[in-house]
């Protein structure tokens, strides 16, 4: 009996977690290869991964911390959401990204909730993630990513 309520429990718990931890925290900079040498620096370790992600037009590389990561983001063309960020802004933070089990089901959550995506549909990010951005403007002035491993 004492099994049935902990497996019952259990089941209510991966029903309500949602988003499962902070998967990374990016950085829009000007410049990869300078922020790269600074955060080996800062983090006594190189990136794990750079690539580039062409549908956004910005190359990024990614330091492991823990469970979660750092992603810097240079933009490689002008258009991109990271140079008009860094135009605006400055170099900083971008966004928060928060992993999940379930993209879609989290997109349909979030929107009958009244979040605004910014996609319709999750896009192939980098990282090997499928991903979804949240409207600043329904997040406290915060760009949310969900984003989940392709498997």
């Given at each position: 009996m004492a099994n049935n309520h902990c497996l019952l429990l259990l089941i209510v718990i991966q029903t309500i977690q949602k988003m499962l931890k902070v998967e990374h925290i990016g950085?829009?900079?000007?410049?990869?290869?300078?922020s790269n040498d600074l955060f080996t620096k800062l983090f006594a370790r190189p990136p794990y991964?750079?690539?580039?992600v062409e549908s956004e037009?910005?190359?990024t590389s990614f330091f492991q911390m823990g469970e979660s990561k750092i992603e810097l983001l240079e933009a490689t063309n002008e258009d991109s959401a990271i140079a008009k960020f860094i135009a605006k802004r400055g170099e900083g933070i971008h966004h928060i990204a928060y992993e999940v089990e379930d993209i879609l089901k989290e997109m349909e959550r979030l929107s009958k909730e009244g979040f605004t995506l910014l996609n319709k549909e999750p896009k192939k990010g980098a990282d090997n993630k499928l991903v979804c951005f949240?409207?600043?403007k329904t997040t406290n002035g915060v760009l949310i990513e969900l984003c989940q491993e392709i498997k």
């Open positions: 950085i829009a900079v000007k410049s990869l290869k300078e991964k750079t690539e580039a037009g910005v190359s949240l409207h600043p």
